[in-house]
C-alpha cells in the first residue's frame, strides 16, 4: 500500500498553471526525491498537496483515503507532515519545549535519538541554535507527529556541506525505520544518494520518473532533464 499517491495534480497560480498533471507514489519505508531547478514548482506541489495551496484537479490519497478535500490541518492529523522552506522554530522556547509542542504526550527519545545534537542542547533557546540544529529541530517536531508521509522541502538550504550530509543521512535512517518520505532538495547528487525513487520536475510537468541510482549514474541525463531536452524524458 502507498503511503501517499498523486494523481494528475494541478495548480494555478493568478489564474496561469503552475503544476500541470502531476502523478507520484511516496511508498512506507522509502525516500523519494523530487529535482527541478529553480522555479520548477517543487515548492508549489508541496503546498498542494498539504493543503495550503488549492490544487485545481485531480486527486491525493493517503493510505488510500483521499485528502485533496480536507483543510492543512486535517491532512496533517490525518497523518501528513510538510516541513517547509524557512526553519521555523518558536525561537524564545528551549529545544525541549519546542519538541514538547509539538505534542502534549509526545515521547522526545525518538526526536533525541536520530539527532543526539538535540537533547546536548535541550535547554537552549532555539533562536540561539545554529541554522542545522534549527533544521533538525523542525524535521523533528514534524516527527513527533507521527506521521504516514513527511516532505520536507529543501532542508539544506544555506547550511555547509558537512551538516547537509548529516541531515542526508538522517533521512535515510528514517526510511530504513519504515518511514514514507518526499524529499525536494537542491543538491541533487547527494540527495540521489540516499533516495530511492526520483521525479524530475520542470516547467511542472514530470519530465523523469524512474530509480535514483539510475538518475545519479548519468550526469548528462539529469543535466539535460533540467535543461529542457525533450529526448531525455522517461517514466
Known amino acids: 500500500m502507498s503511503a501517499l499517491r498523486v494523481a494528475d495534480v494541478h495548480i494555478n497560480r493568478a ?3 503552475v503544476i500541470r498533471g502531476v502523478s507520484l507514489v511516496v511508498e512506507p519505508g522509502s525516500v523519494s526525491v523530487l529535482l527541478g531547478t529553480n522555479g520548477s514548482g517543487k515548492t508549489t506541489l508541496l503546498e498542494g498537496l498539504s493543503g495550503i495551496t488549492p490544487i ?10 483521499a485528502i485533496h ?17 524557512g526553519r521555523t522554530v518558536f525561537r524564545t522556547l528551549t529545544t525541549d519545549e519546542n519538541l ?19 537533547e546536548r542542547r535541550k ?20 516527527l513527533l507527529t507521527r506521521p504516514k508521509t513527511i516532505m520536507i522541502d529543501e532542508m539544506s538550504a544555506g547550511l555547509a556541506p558537512v551538516i547537509v550530509g548529516r ?15 518526499l524529499l525536494v532538495e537542491q543538491f541533487a547528487a547527494l540527495a540521489l544518494s540516499i533516495g530511492d525513487r526520483a521525479y524530475v520536475l520542470r516547467r511542472g510537468r514530470l519530465v523523469y520518473d524512474g530509480p535514483c541510482a539510475a538518475l545519479a549514474q548519468s550526469h548528462d541525463l539529469l543535466h539535460r ?11
Request: net charge neutral; glycine share 12%; aromatic share 4%.
Open 15 to 17: 489564474g496561469l498553471p
Open 56 to 65: 485545481a484537479g485531480g486527486a491525493i490519497e493517503l493510505h488510500c483515503e
Open 69 to 85: 478535500g480536507l483543510r492543512p490541518g486535517l491532512r496533517a492529523r490525518k497523518g501528513l507532515a510538510h516541513v517547509e522552506q
Open 100 to 118: 514538547r509542542a509539538a505534542s502534549r504526550e509526545a515521547d522526545l527519545a525518538a526526536a533525541y535519538a536520530l539527532f543526539p545534537e538535540l
Open 123 to 142: 535547554d537552549v533557546r532555539a533562536g540561539l541554535l545554529s541554522g542545522g540544529e534549527q533544521q533538525m529541530l523542525v524535521i523533528a517536531r514534524a
Open 167 to 181: 541531515l542526508m543521512s538522517a533521512v535515510r535512517r528514517l526510511a530504513e525505520q519504515g518511514q514514507a518520505v
Open 225 to 235: 532533464l533540467y535543461l529542457g531536452d525533450s529526448s531525455a524524458s522517461q517514466t
